[in-house]
């Protein structure tokens, strides 16, 4: 048996050369030798003439090599069977196809004698066993289905498809505030943002062209002829992932989108097929098979998600809620209004004052440090100094001593200022480590900040903090995952895509049981008699509210769970902290039984 391996086209012309000159001499093997060489050396006028008929043989070759796109041939020789003036010989052929494909696969020359000179009896065969004498061999790439995005029931939110791309560049168009009205008109029934003086301010501002909007095939279909020819309007088509419903997680699914899209392309086949005259596939030489890309699961729950959009998209200020499941720390739903969406994944990454809902982060301290629990007995005027701080109860209120609990469910600002001074400097950021406030979470398809909760080694700085204005900020999402921590008795790993490691920057020591349970109590109580009364319909609700004062008006703020579901809302500058309960409360009595 002889191999030839091509290397450089100098070396194969003179190998054939060598080959084809001593074909008479040694019978069919050398020349069949320099048959198969200069095939693979894609010398295809020195192999046809190595045959009986070369103008066919040329032909047919140099469609085997164009068709199957091939990068390269290696040709071996095998077997021989010699009758006579005729001849058998094996061959193997292994084709380098493009993307790293290989195929391989046998057949036999014919050969015969005349005039004592051994040639290759021409048919299509010598090329492929299978091939007929008038098709073609074709190589043909099958795509593999690329991967889709689901939500945590298996239904799509995000899957592949042909979009169209529609830019404006004002400066081309004669009259651009007709043209941005008419392609206003056009495509605000997709996004309600869309009037004309938007679209128009964003193009002016874009640098370039400025992408309007991205349509599915069936939304492009429903507009077409409205903007087909706009002036200064450019539509491209082109390849993306798509929301199933664009009211669904807006914000959410765009960072998704972001995260996932390099990798949704699985594995393409391929196949070799061979075409008659007529171009119709006759036959299929080679297939592999494609390997699709796995899809992606998401934690968000629809049935959650869906609440939590439409309870948020009620009010007209900034509102924004965070869901967690405390269990597995599976983030269920995200949820912010068009005026949040404006400052971008707020819900997960703004920094706010917490205002009263941190003092459940007080109280978890004075618990631990020993100087209260839920029945110690603190003070509750309506105001109360500390240092050069004069702390006032809302709407100065006072209830005198009470047991931490009630000043708790109360919201007393003076009994917490008065807990917070009495600690030391680093009680309550170690409190809220516990409680998953304060650590770093790179988490894949969302951007998260927790919070910052500072050392606070001043007196007054300790006394703000303590209820929740000082210095201390925090996201909505650093609340959900506190509140998480309560139900479950530790703090959770909060995760959004399935199999994707969430990575914790900071330590997060273990929670006592007694402080659980102390803040289980204390939470049930504002719910059940305290400023959270107004959620007591919907179940075993345990909570906690917070109006945060700022320039120009007060968070309105409520953070608390229900079984398996922790939640965190915020109406920026909302007002009192009822209107985020009300928020809240909306989202629960729209969730089905046994949420």
């Given at each position: 048996?002889?191999?030839?391996?091509?290397?450089?086209?100098?070396?194969?012309?003179?190998?054939?050369?060598?080959?084809?000159?001593?074909?008479?001499?040694?019978?069919?093997?050398?020349?069949?030798?320099?048959?198969?060489?200069?095939?693979?050396?894609?010398?295809?006028?020195?192999?046809?003439?190595?045959?009986?008929?070369?103008?066919?043989?040329?032909?047919?070759?140099?469609?085997?090599?164009?068709?199957?796109?091939?990068?390269?041939?290696?040709?071996?020789?095998?077997?021989?069977?010699?009758?006579?003036?005729?001849?058998?010989?094996?061959?193997?052929?292994?084709?380098?196809?493009?993307?790293?494909?290989?195929?391989?696969?046998?057949?036999?020359?014919?050969?015969?004698?005349?005039?004592?000179?051994?040639?290759?009896?021409?048919?299509?065969?010598?090329?492929?066993?299978?091939?007929?004498?008038?098709?073609?061999?074709?190589?043909?790439?099958?795509?593999?289905?690329?991967?889709?995005?689901?939500?945590?029931?298996?239904?799509?939110?995000?899957?592949?498809?042909?979009?169209?791309?529609?830019?404006?560049?004002?400066?081309?168009?004669?009259?651009?505030?007709?043209?941005?009205?008419?392609?206003?008109?056009?495509?605000?029934?997709?996004?309600?943002?869309?009037?004309?003086?938007?679209?128009?301010?964003?193009?002016?501002?874009?640098?370039?062209?400025?992408?309007?909007?991205?349509?599915?095939?069936?939304?492009?279909?429903?507009?077409?002829?409205?903007?087909?020819?706009?002036?200064?309007?450019?539509?491209?088509?082109?390849?993306?992932?798509?929301?199933?419903?664009?009211?669904?997680?807006?914000?959410?699914?765009?960072?998704?989108?972001?995260?996932?899209?390099?990798?949704?392309?699985?594995?393409?086949?391929?196949?070799?097929?061979?075409?008659?005259?007529?171009?119709?596939?006759?036959?299929?030489?080679?297939?592999?098979?494609?390997?699709?890309?796995?899809?992606?699961?998401?934690?968000?729950?629809?049935?959650?998600?869906?609440?939590?959009?439409?309870?948020?998209?009620?009010?007209?200020?900034?509102?924004?809620?965070?869901?967690?499941?405390?269990?597995?720390?599976?983030?269920?739903?995200?949820?912010?209004?068009?005026?949040?969406?404006?400052?971008?994944?707020?819900?997960?990454?703004?920094?706010?004052?917490?205002?009263?809902?941190?003092?459940?982060?007080?109280?978890?301290?004075?618990?631990?440090?020993?100087?209260?629990?839920?029945?110690?007995?603190?003070?509750?005027?309506?105001?109360?100094?500390?240092?050069?701080?004069?702390?006032?109860?809302?709407?100065?209120?006072?209830?005198?001593?009470?047991?931490?609990?009630?000043?708790?469910?109360?919201?007393?600002?003076?009994?917490?200022?008065?807990?917070?001074?009495?600690?030391?400097?680093?009680?309550?950021?170690?409190?809220?480590?516990?409680?998953?406030?304060?650590?770093?979470?790179?988490?894949?398809?969302?951007?998260?900040?927790?919070?910052?909760?500072?050392?606070?080694?001043?007196?007054?700085?300790?006394?703000?903090?303590?209820?929740?204005?000082?210095?201390?900020?925090?996201?909505?999402?650093?609340?959900?995952?506190?509140?998480?921590?309560?139900?479950?008795?530790?703090?959770?790993?909060?995760?959004?895509?399935?199999?994707?490691?969430?990575?914790?920057?900071?330590?997060?020591?273990?929670?006592?049981?007694?402080?659980?349970?102390?803040?289980?109590?204390?939470?049930?109580?504002?719910?059940?008699?305290g400023t959270a009364e107004r959620i007591v319909d919907q179940g075993e609700v345990f909570g906690k509210t917070g109006e945060a004062e700022v320039e120009g008006g007060s968070h309105s703020w409520f953070v608390g769970f229900r079984g398996d579901l922790a939640f965190a809302t915020l109406l920026v500058k909302g007002g009192s902290s009822d209107n985020a309960v009300g928020v809240t409360r909306d989202m629960l009595a729209a969730l089905p039984a046994g949420y």
């Amino acid at each position: 048996m002889s191999i030839r391996l091509i290397v450089a086209p100098v070396v194969i012309a003179l190998a054939v050369t060598a080959a084809g000159c001593s074909a008479s001499s040694q019978g069919p093997v050398p020349a069949a030798d320099a048959f198969v060489t200069a095939f693979a050396a894609r010398d295809l006028d020195r192999a046809a003439g190595l045959t009986t008929v070369p103008d066919k043989a040329v032909a047919a070759l140099e469609s085997a090599w164009d068709h199957l796109q091939a990068e390269g041939l290696r040709a071996e020789t095998g077997a021989a069977r010699v009758t006579g003036d005729t001849a058998t010989v094996e061959y193997t052929y292994e084709w380098a196809l493009p993307r790293n494909r290989t195929w391989r696969y046998t057949g036999q020359l014919q050969l015969g004698r005349s005039d004592g000179r051994w040639v290759v009896r021409w048919t299509s065969s010598d090329i492929h066993p299978k091939l007929g004498d008038t098709q073609t061999m074709m190589l043909r790439a099958n795509p593999a289905p690329r991967a889709r995005v689901n939500e945590s029931s298996g239904s799509d939110v995000l899957v592949p498809g042909k979009v169209t791309r529609v830019a404006f560049t004002p400066a081309e168009a004669a009259d651009a505030g007709t043209a941005a009205k008419a392609l206003a008109s056009a495509l605000i029934r997709f996004d309600k943002r869309l009037t004309p003086e938007f679209v128009l301010n964003s193009a002016r501002a874009a640098a370039g062209a400025y992408t309007v909007a991205l349509l599915s095939e069936v939304e492009f279909d429903q507009v077409r002829d409205e903007i087909l020819g706009l002036p200064g309007v450019r539509l491209t088509q082109e390849w993306d992932l798509m929301p199933t419903d664009r009211d669904f997680a807006p914000d959410l699914m765009t960072q998704v989108r972001q995260t996932v899209i390099a990798e949704v392309d699985g594995k393409a086949g391929w196949s070799v097929v061979t075409v008659n005259a007529n171009g119709v596939d006759t036959d299929v030489l080679k297939e592999v098979a494609s390997q699709p890309a796995p899809s992606f699961a998401l934690s968000i729950d629809r049935f959650v998600q869906s609440a939590a959009q439409r309870a948020v998209d009620a009010p007209a200020q900034q509102t924004m809620m965070v869901v967690l499941r405390p269990s597995t720390g599976a983030i269920l739903a995200v949820a912010q209004n068009r005026a949040a969406d404006r400052d971008g994944p707020v819900a997960t990454i703004g920094q706010y004052p917490p205002g009263s809902v941190f003092k459940t982060v007080t109280a978890a301290a004075a618990i631990s440090a020993g100087i209260a629990t839920p029945d110690t007995v603190v003070p509750c005027p309506s105001r109360i100094v500390i240092g050069e701080r004069t702390i006032p109860n809302y709407n100065l209120f006072g209830v005198g001593d009470v047991p931490m609990a009630t000043a708790y469910e109360r919201s007393c600002n003076t009994s917490f200022a008065k807990l917070a001074s009495a600690l030391p400097g680093l009680a309550l950021h170690e409190a809220a480590a516990k409680f998953g406030v304060g650590q770093g979470y790179t988490l894949a398809g969302l951007p998260t900040i927790s919070g910052s909760v500072p050392p606070a080694e001043d007196l007054v700085q300790r006394t703000e903090d303590g209820i929740g204005q000082g210095k201390v900020v925090v996201s909505p999402f650093g609340m959900a995952v506190m509140a998480a921590t309560i139900a479950a008795g530790t703090a959770p790993v909060p995760y959004l895509i399935a199999g994707r490691p969430t990575i914790v920057d900071g330590a997060r020591p273990p929670v006592e049981p007694a402080v659980i349970d102390g803040l289980r109590s204390m939470m049930r109580m504002v719910v059940t008699g305290g400023t959270a009364e107004r959620i007591v319909d919907q179940g075993e609700v345990f909570g906690k509210t917070g109006e945060a004062e700022v320039e120009g008006g007060s968070h309105s703020w409520f953070v608390g769970f229900r079984g398996d579901l922790a939640f965190a809302t915020l109406l920026v500058k909302g007002g009192s902290s009822d209107n985020a309960v009300g928020v809240t409360r909306d989202m629960l009595a729209a969730l089905p039984a046994g949420y």
